[in-house]
């Protein structure tokens, strides 16, 4: 049986407060789930992990390009940005389910627009809320960090209460930007 390739290689990392070393680096907690070459391959990882829903609050998954490390000091990151949204627990569970294969398949499928642009995905399960990110290279390409937000709100079934924002990475300095420098 001939299998189908994806555009581009992707690779699903997990951390959590259970990975995180005793000296506390962040980069030693990440610990590799798969890397998928081929749609079949992307569907049996995904049928063999954690639903968002089931993590442990802490948690996160990490679902980027291969050869690039989800984390801003990667060359392909450090002048980046990200699209974040919110779902709340108290929400349906389901839907944040839905919310992360949706973006997941946006990616591989290269149809979150600009798909040059998208670095990997995040997904942060918190004790109220849980945080999904897309992460793109180029926080200065306005038109197309502006196409893939655009995308983004299609493609994931968010409702008309969840907000979508978009922070680069750092500001000129170095920093954590402080804000959302757009909002679709």
Not at 100 to 124: H, K, Q, T
Not at 147 to 155: A, V
């Amino acid at each position: 049986m001939d299998k189908h390739p994806l555009h581009r290689t992707w690779t699903l990392w997990y951390d959590s407060k259970k990975t995180l070393p005793n000296g506390g680096d962040w980069e030693a907690s990440l610990v590799h789930i798969n890397t998928v070459d081929y749609v079949e391959d992307f569907w049996v990882m995904h049928n063999h992990t954690k639903r968002p829903s089931q993590l442990d609050v802490g948690a996160n998954y990490h679902f980027f390009r291969k050869g690039i490390k989800p984390m801003w000091e990667d060359p392909a990151n450090s002048n980046g940005g990200k699209w974040v949204f919110t779902v709340a627990l108290k929400e349906d569970l389901q839907r944040l389910d839905q919310v992360w294969e949706n973006m997941m398949l946006g990616a591989i499928g290269e149809y979150l627009d600009d798909a040059d642009e998208i670095c990997g995905l995040v997904l942060g399960k918190r004790k109220a809320q849980t945080k999904v990110a897309v992460w793109t290279s180029n926080h200065k390409d306005i038109p197309a960090v502006g196409r893939i937000g655009q995308k983004i709100r299609e493609e994931a079934p968010l409702g008309s209460n969840i907000v979508l924002e978009y922070f680069p990475h750092r500001d000129g300095s170095g920093a954590e930007f402080p804000a959302a420098i757009m909002k679709v």
